[in-house]
């Protein structure tokens, strides 16, 4: 099973600044299936991302994902209020389809 | 507008059946796609149970899959989620999700429902 660590599990930042959020597999994802979400308090996940760097429509794109092989990256190019949530990561390449355990980005 | 709807017992008692629906409104379930169910606890975190094709093929999480049935019934425009001899690890926040491209990619989710397993 591909084991998905995000760190830190906390980022704090202020509005209008960058974020990067880490994504890191225990093995090769293929094809870089890897997706990404948003969830805020009391809501369902929010696909963002797929195939590592493809936003889904509708996605501001203040969002944008890349990376390869075992590293992948989300990047926040500007914070707005609303981005404040938790991320998770997810590789859709193999058998169980793991989720990252999550950041939650901060004000 | 496509929406999704879970339904079914909050609470289930250890070693007895977990039993979920999913309604799905404003698209017709038969006509292609991927749809799936995923779980949440602060435990696990976020889990793929499986999903099933419109056409009724099934994809399962190996660690699930002795447990699990997924199946889906175009006449009702709903799918369904079955698992076996419960015990409180779980015990989560069930969603079920559309997935129009590949069956482990979910674009659409449900509000998700909180299910218990406990005496």
């Known amino acids: 099973e591909i084991v998905l660590t995000q760190s830190p599990a906390t980022l704090s930042f202020s509005p209008g600044e960058r974020a990067t959020l880490s994504c890191r597999a225990s093995?090769?994802?293929?094809?870089?299936?890897i997706a990404w979400y948003q969830q805020k308090p009391g809501q369902a996940p929010r696909l963002l991302i797929q195939g590592a760097s493809s936003r889904v429509p509708g996605i501001p794109d203040r969002f944008s994902g890349s990376g390869s092989g075992t590293d992948f990256t989300l990047t926040i190019s500007r914070l707005e209020p609303e981005d404040f949530a938790v991320y998770f990561c997810q590789q859709y390449g193999s058998s169980s389809g793991t989720f990252g355990g999550g950041t939650k980005v901060e004000i | 507008q496509v929406q999704l709807r879970e339904s079914g017992p909050g609470l289930v008692k250890p070693s007895e059946t977990l039993s979920l629906t999913c309604n799905v409104s404003?698209?017709?379930?038969?006509?292609?796609?991927?749809w799936g169910w995923i779980r949440q606890s602060p435990e696990k975190g976020l889990e793929w149970i499986g999903s099933v094709y419109h056409s009724g093929s099934t994809y399962y999480n190996p660690s699930l899959q002795s447990r699990l049935t997924i199946s889906v019934d175009t006449s009702k425009n709903q799918f369904s989620l079955r698992l076996t001899s419960v015990t409180a690890a779980d015990t989560a926040v069930y969603y079920c999700?559309?997935?129009?491209?590949?069956?482990?990619?979910?674009?659409?989710w449900g509000q998700g429902t909180l299910v218990t397993v406990s005496s």
């Open positions: 404003g698209y017709s379930i038969k006509s292609a796609h991927y």
């Open positions: 999700a559309r997935a129009p491209g590949q069956y482990q990619l979910l674009s659409l």
């Open positions: 093995q090769s994802v293929s094809s870089s299936l």
